[in-house]
T-cell receptor, first 118, second 115 residues
Framework: AQSVTQPDIHITVSEGASLELRCNYS??????LFWYVQSPGQGLQLLLK??????LVQGIKGFEAEFKRSQSSFNLRKPSVHWSDAAEYFC????????????????FGTGTQLKVEL | DTAVSQTPKYLVTQMGNDKSIKCEQN?????MYWYKQDSKKFLKIMFS???????INETVPNRFSPKSPDKAHLNLHINSLELGDSAVYFC??????????????FGPGTRLTVL
């Protein structure tokens, strides 16, 4: 069974500082990896995804993530954080991706809450 | 236009009541999901439907009954509500063409509070 670990429950950074949120996954086949962001009281918005190809993927809002198979990691980075980036960030792995129909599902990590100090 | 919408956004009710949450997507997707987010923000899948057919049921109590009248709608009915059902429920949708993989699009969530 697949699983996702986000080791950091809370992270606080100063505005303008760089950011890295950690994500480790466990999955027996090629992983399909995602980062979602949830602002307070809001739904989940997809930041970026990795399916195959280039291991460094670019997303929205200036975020990027790097897939490292040897480390089973998919860490999220941003070179300069803005106060509006304060939110909850979820890493997820998609399982059963090649099943047609609704057989796939997302397994989420427990989330990392990002606070930005002005 | 809202891609995945849920109603209501907030739902406060008493223990023992029966309630429904509705979800609609206008993306033309063929697969829809319900996820539950608990008080610790942990997200877990409950159900998935593909073309109105139940595909995933993740050991959810049978007090929860999803219903998909058509592939654009997936409703969640909950009988005999319990305190532990208090959570945010998210609907999501996805298209499943052939062997490619597409991400899931989430609705804004329904915050259910059982008193």
């Amino acid at each position: 069974a697949q699983s996702v670990t986000q080791p950091d429950i809370h992270i606080t950074v100063s505005e303008g500082a760089s950011l890295e949120l950690r994500c480790n996954y466990s999955y027996g086949a090629t992983p399909y990896l995602f980062w979602y962001v949830q602002s307070p009281g809001q739904g989940l918005q997809l930041l970026l995804k990795y399916f195959s190809g280039d291991t460094l993927v670019q997303g929205i809002k200036g975020f990027e993530a790097e897939f490292k198979r040897s480390q089973s990691s998919f860490n999220l980075r941003k070179p300069s954080v803005h106060w509006s980036d304060a939110a909850e960030y979820f890493c997820a792995v998609g399982a059963g991706a090649k099943l047609t129909g609704g057989g796939n599902k997302l397994t989420f990590g427990t989330g990392t809450q990002l606070k930005v100090e002005l | 236009d809202t891609a995945v919408s849920q109603t209501p956004k907030y739902l406060v009710t008493q223990m023992g009541n029966d309630k429904s949450i509705k979800c609609e997507q206008n993306l033309g997707h063929d697969t829809m999901y319900w996820y539950k987010q608990d008080s610790k923000k942990f997200l877990k899948i409950m159900f998935s439907y593909n073309n109105k057919e139940l595909i995933i049921n993740e050991t959810v109590p049978n007090r929860f009954s999803p219903k998909s009248p058509d592939k654009a709608h997936l409703n969640l009915h909950i009988n005999s509500l319990e305190l532990g059902d208090s959570a945010v429920y998210f609907c999501a949708s996805r298209n499943t063409p052939g062997s490619s993989y597409n991400e899931q699009f989430f609705g804004p969530g329904t915050r259910l509070t059982v008193l």
